[in-house]
């Protein structure tokens, strides 16, 4: 079975079509370039078209209008005249960039030359240094809260707190009143003599949102 050929890919054909141009260095017209260049290069009078159109825009062929008619020619010299174009245009470039990087580094240079070193300047570059190291600290110690279990142990130890505190209070607030109907203490010269503030009460249970706030605390009758 016979193998069926492989088409040219679209670098294959410019570079056939550019050969076909260099192999006479003659001007074509629209109509010899489609008929003659598809017998050379093998390609469809459509594909030839639109090869050429490729090397017009590549700069490879040049093209002008006569009357009614368009010609078109290449020779070898297009094309390394065309390079030598762009070397000299990168060399160009180069050396305009090669200026502002001197340009540049001379600039930094002199602005270093100018700054002064200054106690006030040390300080702040220290104070710079000390808030990096915190914030860093910071951001180190914020990882430990992203773990979630330990979110879970902290909440529980904050309820086992406060459910301690209001059993204490409810104890003292009963020494209170029995030491005040036994013994005629006021509840006023209790607290003194026990150094107990007049405003502790009961410890309302936090309320665990995304991030944690304490309730504000009520009395509790």
């Not at 030839?48 to 490879?60: P, S």
């Not at 995304?210 to 009395?219: E, L, S």
Request: charged share 35%.
């Amino acid at each position: 079975m016979a193998t069926r050929r492989k088409g040219m890919s679209p670098e294959e054909k410019k570079e056939k079509l550019k050969e076909f141009f260099h192999s006479n260095s003659t001007i074509y017209s629209s109509k010899d370039v489609e008929s003659e260049a598809s017998k050379y290069t093998g390609m469809t009078q459509v594909q030839c078209k639109e090869t050429l159109q490729m090397l017009i825009d590549d700069g490879v062929v040049n093209t002008d209008k006569m009357g009614s008619s368009n010609f078109y020619w290449s020779f070898p010299s297009f094309e390394f005249d065309s390079k030598k174009d762009k070397i000299i245009e990168q060399t160009k470039l180069l050396s305009e960039t090669k200026e502002r990087i001197q340009s540049e580094t001379k600039k930094i240079e002199q602005l270093k030359s100018e700054r002064v070193e200054s106690e006030t300047r040390t300080k702040n570059l220290e104070k710079l240094q000390t808030l990096k190291d915190d914030n860093k600290s910071f951001k180190e110690e914020l990882l430990l809260y992203a773990d979630s279990s330990l979110i879970d142990d902290k909440k529980r130890d904050i309820k086992i707190a406060i459910a301690a505190v209001n059993r204490y209070t409810d104890n003292i607030s009963s020494l209170r009143q029995f030491c005040d109907s036994k013994y005629n203490i006021r509840p006023s010269d209790f607290d003194t003599s026990f150094g107990i503030k007049p405003d502790m009460d009961y410890l309302e249970e936090y309320n665990f949102n995304d991030t944690p706030q304490p309730v504000n605390k009520k009395k509790r009758k």
